[in-house]
């Protein structure tokens, strides 16, 4: 079946504007999980939902940062007021359940370029 | 919270060659420990994970080993092969909730 699926691939913006990003799990899975990825590093834990719920949001970067999902499908990881920092690219994984530990499925991710 | 430590951050091993990376973690109630492999410009891909309750587990040329008084796990490649190089990934995660990862080992295997 499809795998995790991101829009867009690729995003320019100039800072100080607000962006989306979308990531679609694999059907039915209950967990999602956003990361972000600085250019050479390595995976920086943001925001995980099981179901609709978001039991911790204490990854977030900074309360320019929010998350939010619907259905338990498609979530939106939005970004206002961009900064240069914030230039990486963001990856979504979905797994099965995240109480119980399962595989996660990562999406191709979203290259962010603030300018 | 978690912290995942990985070591080395780059290993050149010639084909054929065994490679070891190894992680540490610093939550003792962490149970759950994924490996990734990341090519450059792709997405990581799991490639094996083993949950506290084991000591070690083996999938062909890989094998992982869980150490959890001392709170460390090792990646194990045999034979390696040149398709192995990649960026390598650490995890540890208390029951699949948040995750937390290790800062990738670039393993090159020279022909």
């Known amino acids: 079946g499809a795998g995790v699926s991101q829009s867009p691939s690729n995003k320019v913006t100039e800072k100080g504007k607000d962006v989306e990003l979308r990531c679609d799990p694999i059907?039915?899975?209950?967990?999602l999980y956003w990361y972000r990825q600085r250019l050479g590093q390595g995976l920086e834990f943001l925001i995980y939902?099981?179901?609709?719920?978001?039991?911790?949001k204490s990854g977030l970067p900074s309360d320019r940062f929010s998350a939010e999902r619907t259905g338990e499908s498609v979530s939106t990881l939005t970004i206002q007021r961009t900064q240069q920092e914030d230039s990486a690219v963001y990856l979504c994984?979905?797994?099965?359940?995240?109480?119980?530990?399962?595989?996660?499925?990562f999406g191709p991710g979203t290259r962010l370029t603030v300018l | 919270g978690e912290n995942v430590e990985q070591h080395p951050s780059t290993l050149s091993v010639q084909e054929g060659d065994s490679a070891v990376i190894k992680c540490t973690y610093s939550?003792?109630?962490?149970?759950?420990f994924p490996w990734y492999k990341q090519e450059l410009g792709k997405r990581p891909q799991l490639i094996i994970d083993?949950?506290?309750?084991?000591g070690e587990k083996k999938d062909q040329r890989i094998a992982v080993t869980l150490n959890k008084t001392a709170k460390h796990f090792s990646l194990h490649i045999t034979e390696t092969q040149p398709e192995d190089s990649a960026v390598y990934f650490c995890?540890?995660?208390?029951?699949?909730?948040?995750?937390?990862f290790g800062t990738g080992t670039s393993l090159t295997v020279i022909p």
């Open positions: 994984a979905s797994s099965l359940d995240s109480r119980t530990g399962n595989e996660q499925f």
């Open positions: 059907s039915g899975h209950t967990a």
């Open positions: 939902f099981q179901g609709n719920s978001a039991p911790d």
């Open positions: 939550d003792s109630a962490s149970n759950y």
């Open positions: 083993i949950r506290s309750n084991v």
């Open positions: 995890a540890a995660s208390i029951g699949g909730n948040q995750f937390y």
